[in-house]
């Protein structure tokens, strides 16, 4: 049982429960302006994209997926075969090599969906992940540029800087990459504002509203998720106050960034809560 489960919410009150959805991967996305990548996020599902470009290259079909479904011509993924793109997602924007590709996959084996892959198999899949993706070993590039023309130096889309004195090589490379989309996540959740578009929100934005003041307060924050407690009548209220607010723009590269919000609620912290998906009024207004 996990432990998160153990967490109830007092008689009468309820959790709302929020997250930035694949915060990191938009980040990246826009920093590196990969139209291939920032597409599969607006339009399709960004993981069964890529384990299509794995397993279903003869396929002739501009595929747009729902989790595993394409909608256009009814073919579906298996789950280990999204479970790879997934994986090859997370690593690959951040230079993983395919050997730490195989450490990662093979060492969570006796988790579902119990898969192991190969060095081949890994090196295989990096091959074709960076031949749909181009656009990120051209973006490593501007950040090698960076880092050698600002003194070591990088600056976020929210004006954080970081120096790097490691040696110069590889594993410098590697976490400067992460950098820039690690640390706009986390200020964008937190509620960092851009000057550019001066527009507050995040968590901080949230314990700012009169509703979550008076009647309801915060219970739990991470690096790209918040969780309010609520009386469980004001729910439908609350809900939207703090979807806007986590649901805010960013500007990255002069374009504007919704990164999506999953919302959940239910008075135990868990795998059943109950989806809310907010409507048209709020995603426009």
């Not at 990548?37 to 003869?58: G, P, W």
């Not at 090196?123 to 031949?131: E, I, P």
Request: glycine letters at 6%.
């Amino acid at each position: 049982m996990k432990l998160r489960t153990q967490f109830i919410a007092p008689p009468g009150y309820s959790f709302i429960a929020m997250d930035l959805s694949q915060a990191e991967t938009w980040v990246t996305a826009y920093l590196a302006n990969e139209g291939t990548m920032k597409d599969a996020l607006l339009h399709s599902d960004i993981h069964s994209v890529t384990a299509a470009n794995f397993f279903l290259r003869e396929s002739t079909c501009d595929h747009k997926w729902i989790k595993r479904r394409c909608e256009r011509c009814g073919v579906e993924l298996k789950e280990t075969e999204r479970y790879i793109g997934k994986q090859n997602n997370h690593a690959n924007s951040y230079r993983q090599s395919p050997a730490q590709l195989v450490r990662s996959v093979n060492g969570k084996s006796n988790e579902p969906p119990f898969l192991t892959i190969t060095l081949s198999e890994a090196n295989r899949f990096n091959k074709d992940w960076h031949s749909l993706y181009v656009g990120i070993k051209l973006w490593w590039r501007r950040i090698e540029s960076d880092l050698q023309a600002n003194n070591r130096t990088l600056v976020t889309p929210y004006g954080r800087k970081r120096t790097f004195y490691q040696h110069w090589g590889e594993e410098l490379f590697k976490e400067a990459t992460a950098f820039i989309p690690q640390s706009t996540v986390g200020d964008h959740a937190l509620g960092a504002i851009q000057p550019e578009i001066n527009i507050s929100g995040g968590i901080l934005g949230i314990s700012k509203l009169s509703d979550i003041k008076n009647h309801c307060k915060i219970v739990q924050s991470s690096h790209d998720s918040v969780m309010i407690e609520c009386p469980t009548p004001a729910l439908y209220e609350i809900i939207p106050q703090v979807y806007n607010q986590f649901h805010r723009p960013i500007l990255i590269n002069d374009e504007l960034v919704h990164i999506p919000v999953d919302v959940e609620y239910g008075t135990r912290w868990s795998d059943g809560m109950e989806k809310w998906k907010p409507p048209v009024s709020v995603l426009t207004g």
